[in-house]
């Protein structure tokens, strides 16, 4: 199995991200332009992702796994980033950082799963 250049950058993105949050946890701030810039740029690679792999499929490239499974967990990793950014707003405190921190590594994890879905999972 081969593991797909756009997981490999998505990876390092979720835990670039991850670290600016949590160091913005520990220094007790309230969310500030770095970790909201970091889910940002995680959005933004959410929607580079997605319109790749519609091309992927639209050229013929099959996903091994349930099509449906692919894109439902797609469409929810596009929407954490987005409910993340208005928590960040509304609430000025430091835990809306940890909130702000819990999606890169949510989306780390579904990334993962679309990984598995469209090349196969070795071990289900």
Not at 44 to 73: D, N
């Amino acid at each position: 199995m081969s593991v797909d250049p756009f997981f490999l950058v998505g990876t390092v993105l979720c835990a670039l991200s991850l670290i600016l949050c949590v160091a913005a946890v520990i220094t007790k701030t309230y969310p500030g332009d770095a970790a909201i810039v970091s889910v940002a740029v995680v959005e933004l690679f959410l929607v580079v992702f997605g319109i790749a792999a519609g091309i992927r499929q639209a050229g013929g490239e099959p996903v091994r796994g349930e099509v449906w499974e692919f894109w439902g967990y797609l469409a929810t990793a596009l929407i954490l980033p987005i409910v993340a950014f208005w928590w960040a707003i509304a609430d000025k405190t430091r835990w809306s950082n940890a909130v702000l921190g819990a999606v890169p590594l949510t989306i780390f994890v579904m990334l993962f799963r679309m990984e598995q879905i469209w090349n196969g999972a070795p071990f289900s």
